[in-house]
């Protein structure tokens, strides 16, 4: 099993800047790509960024190419996730998840039910 717990949400005004942060404990030669979600209320959970096992060629959704960068710190166990030019519409819980494919492509990165680990989610707010 690999855990993930994220931190680093809050609230912000429009045009801040948060990181956000996914610590990976347990099983973590477990987990290859990794990416990050979000999901607003009655809203169904969007894919955010993702990230290949080496740091390769990271993918983005469209809503948050340039804005949001994800990196990822192997040695740490740690993604992490920048998000500049922040706006209303990016108020969600930001989730972080594992998977145990080493994802490489758009198509895959972005599937939510390719990955196999969650954390418990942390809170964006962006005020108008």
């Known amino acids: 099993q690999v855990q993930l717990v994220e931190s680093g949400g809050g609230l912000v005004q429009a045009g801040g800047s948060l990181r956000l942060s996914c610590a990976a404990s347990?099983?973590?030669?477990?987990?290859?790509?990794m990416g990050w979600f979000r999901q607003a209320p009655g809203k169904e959970r969007e894919f955010v960024a993702g990230?290949?096992?080496?740091?390769?060629?990271?993918y983005y959704a469209d809503s948050v190419k340039g804005r949001f960068t994800i990196s990822r710190d192997n040695a740490q166990n740690t993604v992490y996730l920048q998000m500049n030019s922040l706006k209303p519409e990016d108020t969600a819980v930001y989730y972080c998840?594992?998977?145990?494919?080493?994802?490489?492509?758009?198509?895959?990165?972005?599937?939510?039910?390719?990955?196999?680990?969650w954390g418990q989610g942390t809170q964006v707010t962006v005020s108008s």
């Open positions: 998840a594992a998977s145990k494919w080493d994802l490489l492509s758009y198509n895959s990165i972005r599937s939510v039910g390719l990955y196999d680990y």
């Open positions: 347990g099983r973590t030669f477990s987990a290859n790509a």
């Open positions: 990230i290949p096992w080496n740091g390769g060629i990271p």
